[in-house]
């Protein structure tokens, strides 16, 4: 299974980036694809969730800066992130599986599947 992520880099606080993750190794198109990030010294916590209808779940540390969204056709997994703050720092990971309870959607151990990352730095 191939995920990978791009988009990450650099930028001030109140700047915005988009990460996206090319799917196109994936092919379980009724699977969930969520967005996770890790800092260091802490555990990997989920960010954002869509799954198969396009219902989407949030942490509440980006409810109302981060929209997720998913693009069928090009393959593609889409975090914007607006207003970043500098606790937003993390290595950004997306991931797919099948989550039969939504709510555990963003729970690092329900999914086996993972990119590589891709690093997102939020200065002061």
């Known amino acids: 299974v191939q995920l990978m992520e791009s988009g990450g880099g650099s930028v001030q606080a109140g700047g915005s980036l988009r990460l996206s993750c090319d799917f196109s190794g994936y092919t379980y198109t009724r699977d969930c694809m969520a967005w996770f990030r890790q800092a260091p010294g802490k555990e990997r916590e989920g960010v954002a969730v869509?799954?198969?209808?396009?219902?989407?779940g949030y942490a509440d540390s980006v409810k109302g800066r981060f929209t997720i969204s998913k693009d069928n056709a090009t393959n593609t997994l889409y975090l914007q992130m607006d207003s970043l703050k500098p606790e937003d720092t993390a290595m950004y990971y997306c991931a797919a599986d099948w989550v039969l309870d939504f709510g555990l959607a963003l729970t690092p151990a329900s999914y086996n599947n993972w990119g590589q990352g891709t690093q997102v730095t939020v200065s002061s």
């Open positions: 869509i799954d198969s209808d396009g219902t989407t």
